[in-house]
């Protein structure tokens, strides 16, 4: 598997209340996480279930997601 270019890293804004910047990263993971499932063939909400979205996570570098992310994930499916 081929390693995308990534893009630079843009400062997150300042002055946003905590709980923002929690989502916002949350969603950036979920996103993540999503676009890899469906580079493996995962193409549907009921094809990720929590053990294929932890090992997904794992293989990509991304730290362990919590059940809320998971969730998320499921949401960004189609």
């Known amino acids: 598997m081929s390693t995308l270019p990534t893009l ?3 400062p997150l804004p300042a002055g946003r209340p905590r709980a923002w910047y929690v989502a ?5 993971k979920a996103m993540r996480i999503a676009i890899a499932l ?12 929590d053990h ?8 990509i570098g ?4 919590s059940p ?3 969730r998320l994930v ?5």
């Open 8 to 10: 630079p890293k843009k």
């Open 24 to 28: 916002h990263n949350r969603h950036l």
């Open 38 to 49: 469906l580079d493996t063939g995962v193409y549907t909400a009921e094809q990720a279930c």
């Open 52 to 59: 294929t979205i932890h090992a997904t996570a794992q293989r």
């Open 62 to 65: 991304v730290h362990p997601p």
């Open 68 to 70: 809320v992310t998971c």
């Open 74 to 78: 499921r949401s960004l499916l189609p």
